[in-house]
């Protein structure tokens, strides 16, 4: 069973029940669900990762304690943590009693800010620049199973949507950097005999590729170690997941260096026919720079236009 599935079913079973008869008072101003860090956030579990951090949990939110106080929020904890220890075969891990770890009683405010650094999810645009996506997708994940209060999903609607500005600058900054580690750097290092450093190129073509299809899906790119296993549920290029496990993972030797080679030119030219579709650019060459910088001047911001274009990668 996936952890999302679990958490609600555990949530309708007995959190529900629970909030309703003993915090009344308090239930228009709450928010359950589960969002955050974790691969069940993303619904990407399987039964590798029930061997940790996996167990029916949710998580409460609660408005901060000018509306919900300390003493309040302890008690809502302490009934949370008296919840069934075990459901549908799985375990409940002990608990902190001020407060759980990934699931439990969380302040709205808390939980964004740790995500985003701002407690409301309002970001100023040096602030929209500089947040890591991984991030971003965390504080928008999972599932909000009840919101009486509708704070946190006004929250996550905002966050849900990058601005297009910002948007822009990201994509112009990893399509030049695909530009030089693929097809400028790779061939060179090769060339060279400097095969380490030419699969380190081809590791940074493919992580700036990566990101480029996350923008232009108009997606936040998850933690590294799931960026594949996202990439492959994307409606736009998501065949690319095949091309990608090629290049790190294949050697440089003259015939799979062209092979390579080959493949980092198709997959550019696949990227800017999608960023061309978009009327993000009207640069007609092939190079991924030539794009990139193409992108850039589509920024309205001058603010925004004006940064070093590496400035938000």
Request: proline share 3%; with cysteine.
């Amino acid at each position: 069973m996936k952890g999302l599935e679990l958490s609600e079913k555990f949530y309708n079973e007995f959190g529900a029940p629970m909030i309703h008869s003993q915090f009344s008072g308090i239930e228009p101003m709450l928010a359950v669900g589960l969002c955050g860090s974790g691969s069940e956030c993303f619904g990407f579990d399987d039964e590798i990762s029930a061997d940790h951090d996996f167990e029916p949990g949710f998580c409460i939110f609660i408005p901060d304690e000018d509306i919900i106080d300390r003493q309040t929020a302890f008690q809502l904890e302490k009934a949370y943590n008296s919840l069934p220890k075990e459901f549908m075969g799985y375990k409940r891990s002990i608990m902190n009693p001020v407060g759980g770890k990934r699931t439990g009683v969380i302040r709205i405010g808390d939980f964004f800010e740790s995500k985003t650094g701002s407690r409301s999810g309002i970001l100023s645009v040096r602030e929209w620049l500089a947040i890591p996506e991984y991030s971003l997708a965390e504080a928008v994940n999972g599932k909000i199973f009840c919101d009486n209060l509708g704070m946190v999903t006004e929250i996550r609607s905002h966050l849900s949507n990058m601005p297009k500005n910002v948007r822009l600058k990201k994509l112009a900054g990893n399509l030049l950097i695909m530009s030089q580690s693929g097809q400028y750097n790779y061939s060179r290092c090769i060339a060279h005999g400097e095969n380490a450093a030419a699969q380190l190129a081809v590791f940074e073509f493919v992580k700036s590729a990566l990101n480029c299809i996350f923008l232009l899906n108009g997606a936040y790119m998850p933690y590294y170690k799931w960026s594949f296993r996202a990439l492959r549920e994307l409606p736009l290029l998501s065949e690319k997941s095949v091309s990608f496990e090629y290049l790190i993972s294949s050697g440089n030797e003259e015939k799979e260096a062209t092979e390579k080679s080959n493949l980092i030119e198709k997959t550019c030219a696949d990227i800017i026919y999608e960023v061309k579709k978009q009327g993000y650019s009207d640069f007609s060459g092939d190079s991924a720079e030539g794009h990139a910088y193409a992108v850039n001047n589509e920024i309205t911001d001058s603010e925004i236009r004006n940064l070093h274009i590496l400035f938000a990668v």
